[in-house]
C-alpha cells in the first residue's frame, strides 16, 4: 500500500511541476497543459482562431444561394449574411 501512495504522489508532483515548464512537455501534449480543454478558450481567443467566412444568401426559386460577395441589385432575395453589411442594407 505504501508503493502504491508513493507512486501516486510522485506522479502528482511530476504533473504539477510540468504544468509550470509546459517546454517540458511533447507538443502533443502543450494542450493539455494550458488547461484550455477543461475551461475552454480566453473569450475572443476562439473567435481569431476560427474567423467566420463571409458569405451572403439569397433566396432563389427552391434553395438558397450563398455568394461570397453581395450581388448588387439583389436585397429583396438577401435572406441573411455573415461579415460585413451590404451597401443600403436596413435591418
Not at 29 to 44: E, N, R, V
Not at 74 to 82: C, M
Request: proline fraction near 11%.
Amino acid at each position: 500500500m505504501a508503493r502504491i501512495n508513493k507512486i501516486l504522489m510522485t506522479a502528482a508532483a511530476g504533473l504539477a511541476l510540468a504544468g509550470c515548464a509546459s517546454s517540458v512537455l511533447p507538443p502533443a501534449w502543450q494542450g493539455l497543459a494550458s488547461m484550455d480543454w477543461f475551461i475552454g478558450p480566453a473569450p475572443g481567443a476562439a473567435a481569431a482562431a476560427n474567423p467566420v467566412p463571409v458569405r451572403y444568401c439569397y433566396d432563389s426559386l427552391g434553395r438558397i444561394e450563398c455568394h461570397h460577395q453581395p450581388l448588387a441589385g439583389e436585397d429583396g432575395r438577401l435572406i441573411g449574411f455573415a461579415g460585413p453589411a451590404p451597401a443600403g442594407y436596413q435591418p
